[in-house]
């Protein structure tokens, strides 16, 4: 979410895949890179993990899981996936519609229960193993975001969730997240699901509760996690590339979730003259208003593969 946000590329590879070692294991979280391009993120990938590249697989083309997924997006970002979708068309790929089953309940009931009930314990491990003084409680103390401390603060005490809720998460509903989502590729043949990064727009500074999402404020955490946050909690590599520009030429980011271990096959890349296809909103990055340094993008723009992949070169 953070590289969707700011115009660059982000990629989570499948959870335990690269090593954890002296990271702070909050909420499951994994380690991956924030990058300027695919091609980057296939080089510090093969650095970190070493190996080759798997072999482009045969199967129909992205899945797109319109249900939870495409649903109650920001108008204008509708407008403009929609738009991704039809260059998407146009060029070639065949969109597999079909919905990932119960992904949202059952990231709702596994995501958030297993994340709060670990974060305390995990952050005083990781504390004391370093050798600070500090715990929880003081690190909350210091957080400056309003949402996050008023968040963290209500791990603590009477808020704390309950050890049979954690259990029922960690134990019954994350394998039945993860269970929907691997036999979902094996029978649509489909290698990665297509979906909007983020439901809206980066939210302006100072909007750190609520944002308006087509005109109805809206608590700012869960709306933006809504989209990415299914693929962290199934532990299921992820990669976030550039879509579209809004009007006020803030970046939208199309997300690629794969089956869990097939990272490699997410960022295979090859040079425009083996593609031979179109590019996807590929003046994005010339629009009016856009900080290239920002952006960090220049030229590595979006292109399909002949074989229907959506990559970056």
Known sequence: MPAALCGVVGFQPTTLRWSQ????????????????SVADCARLDHVVIGGTALPTPS?????????????????????????VLVTLKDAGVVLIEADVPDAMRLDNEAGFPIALYETI????????????????????????????????????????VPEAVYRTALVIKRPALQASDSPYFRRH????????????????????ETVLLNGTPVPVF?????????????GIPSISLPAAMTRAGMPLRIEIDGPAGRDCRGGRTRTAQDARTKTVNSDWSRQPGVNRRTVGVFHHRP???????LMLF
């Open 222 to 234: 869960p709306i933006f996690i809504r989209n990415c946050c299914p693929a962290s909690v199934a």
């Open 21 to 36: 070692s002296g990271i702070a294991p909050i909420a499951r979280d994994c380690a991956g890179p924030i990058v300027r």
């Open 189 to 208: 043949e489909v290698s990665a699901v297509l979906l909007p990064t983020t439901p809206l727009p980066a939210a302006r500074i100072g909007e750190d």
């Open 303 to 309: 292109v399909l593969m002949r074989n229907g992949w």
């Open 121 to 160: 314990e995990d952050l005083n491990n990781y504390l004391a193993e370093a050798g600070s003084p500090l715990r929880y409680a003081d690190i909350v103390a210091h957080v400056a975001s309003p949402d996050v401390k008023h968040f963290l603060e209500r791990l603590l005490g009477e808020n704390a």
């Open 59 to 83: 199967l129909k083309g992205p899945g797109l899981p319109r249900g939870h997924f495409w649903e109650s997006l920001d108008a204008e970002v509708a407008t403009l996936m929609g738009g």
